[in-house]
């Protein structure tokens, strides 16, 4: 199993990070905290609170809601600083933003998070930053340039699930003196711990596994030093914070993160190996898979597999895709994951641009929720008919 850094298991470590119940009459979770206003005793412990910066000053830069989630997530991602944004989008926008410049040269994964290429071909690129996309298994060294400031991972990609050499591309540059920053969402801090292969910086849509229940946006960056100040300083100077009930929402989710994760894991493994014997299916995108390029990456640097996965049909029609998705009785039709419910997203033209994609069959992402496996088979199987029958 997924064993921290420390003395302890990450399992163990779940259940007890971030707990403050000395402070809360001895509660076992920490309380929701509303509020904007902290008022201070005397001048002189106001003084002294905004002079230490840290601590309950003001809402919007954080309550005890806020800071147990903090302080538990950087505990699981091994080292530094947490802070929780409002969604996993913001994490990584406010994240390009506070570490590069005007002038400064980004490399971005071509496998990344749509709307986080959208933010660097129109935004980022507004304020003066230029980037240059890479195909995820690329040696990077020849495309650093004397103003790449950052270097961005994900891995595995969005969609198609290509990985990554995540230390070799930390390393090259860290060489560079670039700073380098990864999404983890897929792996969350069990599965993969991004600080211990070098990386800078870790970031989270707490929105999918870690929050669980499809009922809230998170996000999340961990990291330390002057690369998490300038972060943090960036996401205080938008004025942007995480309300406290969805932090509490959030911790509540993360207690149980590790059991919830391996059954998620199992269920999408047993889906993937039914979905590679059938005839309808061209090939399966899992890391875990001992056939998939980027098995042997995964089993170096990684300790799980999540639930998401892709699905490469042999060739079909709109229509019969529609036919097998329409009537599914369990696989949901709808945006993010990390729920315990299954979903299914039929996966239009991936727009990438470093790397071709070979596939000309329709591809479906699929999330495996905690239903019962071969129920969910069962739902598959009455789709993969009617794919078949609308042919
Ligand atoms: C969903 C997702 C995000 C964005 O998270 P939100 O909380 O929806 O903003 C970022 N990265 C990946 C890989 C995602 O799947």
């Known amino acids: 199993m997924s064993k921290g850094r420390g003395k302890e298991a990450d399992e163990t470590r779940i259940v007890h990070a971030g707990k403050g119940g000395e402070r809360h009459h001895g509660t076992v979770t920490t309380p929701v905290y509303h509020t904007s206003t902290v008022l201070f005793p005397s001048v002189a ?11 309950v000053t003001y809402g ?7 800071f147990a989630l903090q302080d538990a997530i950087a505990e699981l991602e091994g ?28 490399l971005m994964v071509d496998t990344a998070y749509g709307p986080t290429r959208r933010f660097c ?34 891995s595995p990609g969005s969609f198609t699930f290509e990985m990554q050499d995540i230390p070799a591309v930390a390393a090259a540059a860290r060489e560079h003196g670039a700073v380098t920053l990864i999404d983890n969402t897929w792996a969350t801090p069990l599965y993969c711990k991004p600080l211990s292969l070098g990386i800078d910086v870790s970031i989270q849509s707490v929105t999918k596994y870690i929050g669980g229940h499809s009922d809230l946006m998170m996000g999340a960056v961990t990291a330390a ?25 959030a911790l509540r989710g993360l207690r149980t ?39 042997a990456i995964w089993k170096r640097d990684y300790t799980g597999a999540s ?18 998705l329409d009537g599914l009785r369990y696989f949901g039709l709808g945006y993010s994951w990390g729920g315990f419910e299954s979903l299914v997203l039929p996966v239009a033209r991936r727009r990438r641009t470093e790397t071709p994609w070979p596939e000309d069959g329709p591809l479906l992402r699929i999330h495996a929720g905690l239903e019962d496996p071969d129920d969910l088979i069962a739902d598959l199987d009455a789709g993969l008919a009617r794919l078949s029958g609308a042919a």
């Open 257 to 295: 993160l590790a059991p919830r994760l391996q059954q998620h894991g199992r269920t999408a493994r047993t889906l993937a190996d039914w979905l590679v014997d059938r005839s309808e299916v061209r090939r399966v995108l899992s890391p875990a898979l001992a056939h998939d390029p980027g098995h």
């Open 121 to 154: 071909d129109s935004l980022l690129r507004t304020l003066g930053v230029e980037t240059t996309y890479y195909a995820p298994n690329r040696d990077i060294r020849d495309l650093l340039r004397a103003n790449t400031r950052a270097v961005f991972l994900e």
């Open 79 to 106: 080292g530094g600083a947490c802070i929780v944004l409002p969604s996993g989008l913001s994490a990584i926008t406010i994240s390009l933003v506070g570490l590069l410049d005007s002038g400064d040269h980004l």
């Open 60 to 66: 919007r830069k954080g309550t005890p809601t806020t």
């Open 307 to 324: 639930g998401l996965f892709g699905v490469v049909l042999e060739p079909a029609s709109d229509e019969s895709v529609a036919a097998m």
């Open 225 to 249: 030093g002057d690369t998490f100040d300038r972060v943090q300083s960036t996401a205080f100077q938008l004025g942007l914070c995480a309300g406290p009930d969805d932090c509490s929402l």
């Open 45 to 55: 412990a106001l003084t002294e609170a905004k002079k230490s910066g840290g601590g």
